[in-house]
């Protein structure tokens, strides 16, 4: 059982509010681990620190979507942080836009 | 496989199998020895392998730390911020234990470039760190020769010519294909991006251009010179598109964007923001100036850029 689908269960036909973005080069969105958690946070909040701090109004739709999986990456980062991580970490269903 | 896995510091070495037999049959004991001594593991490899290795394994494989290469590692730079982070957590544990596979076939021509330079940095980034092994699986039944010829100018536990190989830092790009559309960079980056896709490259979506859009304006924020303006010219290839900026300032500086963490300034902040958001990034020092290429591969074409 891999973290993820504790957190979606198959079949309630839900998603995080991050669930529909488009994902990162590499970032995954089953079997993630706490690590994996940590690297995306720091992703996220890297790049959102970025275009916050130019001021970046051209940017508005990309600072939303990454705000939103850095929603969605603390969001993981506390369930995993209270419930065992599976150690794995698979590209399935990995989905770029 | 050849040297004292267990000796000081940082050992690099390529492990080499032409069937998945052959790699399941060196990596197995590797990493059952490392678990048996309590030490960490993490293996970085393809989907496909690490499903082998797992089965292989048994129980005892939810002590290893498994990560897919092929999504992380596409773009090389982004692999030794994962090997720093592994480092920095376990340094503690005792002997710590890669095996990693940045090389495999099916990469263009350009990421394997890339590949073999990430190979040579690895030897600087882990000089002098704590105890480390890493393995790198060659596939040789399937890479051509001359990709397998390099192993031995990457890893200096391998077999051979063991002369250092000059680094990429300073051979010139090729020329690009087609002809590059040039954008104002005190414009509309993105919008200008967007708009240049929509007619030449469809299949991009409007998020794969924003994020292009914000690594060219990273690059260029954080690499630009004081003196003179940066120059951005963008264009299609077979399989992607390609954003190129020139007229850059390159600190002297191998590891340039491949920090963990990252780096709070300078260029290689902007280069570490490219790194987690394009498919491929390629950096070049000329007597003009540094100059940046940022790859995005095109979804469902064939060989991407």
């Keep these: ?97 | 496989v050849t040297g004292d896995p267990r000796a000081d510091g940082f050992h690099h070495q390529a492990l080499l199998y032409a069937t998945a037999t052959e790699f399941v049959a060196s990596a197995v004991p590797v990493i059952e020895g490392a678990l048996a001594a309590d030490e960490p593991v993490l293996v970085v490899t393809d989907s496909v392998k690490l499903d082998l290795l797992r089965d292989h394994l048994g129980s005892v494989s939810s002590g290893v730390a498994w990560k897919d290469m092929r999504g992380i590692g596409g773009n090389p730079a982004r692999i030794i911020p994962i090997w720093r982070r592994f480092v920095a957590t376990h340094a503690s544990r005792g002997r710590l234990w890669g095996i990693g596979e940045p090389v495999w076939p099916g990469r263009t021509p350009e990421e394997l470039e890339e590949a073999q330079e990430h190979e040579r940095l690895l030897n600087v980034a882990f000089a002098g760190g704590p105890p480390f092994t890493l393995l790198c699986p060659y596939d040789t039944a399937n890479l051509a020769p001359a990709v397998l010829r390099d192993i031995v100018r990457s890893h200096p536990f391998a077999p051979g010519d063991t002369s250092p190989q000059q680094g990429l830092g300073d051979a010139p790009f090729p020329a690009p294909v087609g002809a590059p559309l040039g954008i104002d960079l005190d414009g509309d980056v993105s919008g200008s991006i967007r708009a240049f896709l929509a007619e030449h490259a469809p299949a991009v979506t409007d998020a794969r251009a924003a994020d292009l859009g914000v690594s060219v304006v990273a690059v260029a924020v954080h690499m630009g010179r004081p003196d003179a303006r940066a120059r951005f010219r963008l264009w299609v290839e077979p399989g992607g598109v390609v954003a190129e900026i020139t007229g850059l300032v390159v600190p002297d500086d191998v590891l340039v964007g491949r920090e963990w963490p990252p780096a709070r300034e300078g260029a290689a902040r902007g280069l570490w923001l490219a790194n987690q958001l394009c498919d491929l990034v390629r950096l070049r020092v000329t007597p003009a100036g540094g100059a940046v290429r940022l790859h995005l591969h095109i979804p469902g074409s064939g060989e991407p850029a």
Excluded: M
Aim: net charge negative.
């Design chain 1, 1 to 97: 059982v891999v973290v993820s689908e504790l957190l979606s269960p198959p079949g309630d036909g839900k998603e995080p509010s991050a669930g529909a973005d488009p994902l990162l080069p590499g970032e995954n969105r089953r079997g993630v681990t706490l690590d994996d958690a940590e690297h995306w946070i720091a992703v996220y909040e890297e790049l959102t620190g970025f275009l916050t701090a130019i001021n970046g109004g051209a940017h508005v739709g990309a600072l939303g979507r990454y705000r939103r999986r850095l929603d969605y990456w603390r969001g993981q980062w506390a369930a995993l942080s209270t419930c065992p991580a599976p150690a794995e970490d698979t590209a399935e269903e990995q989905r770029r836009g």
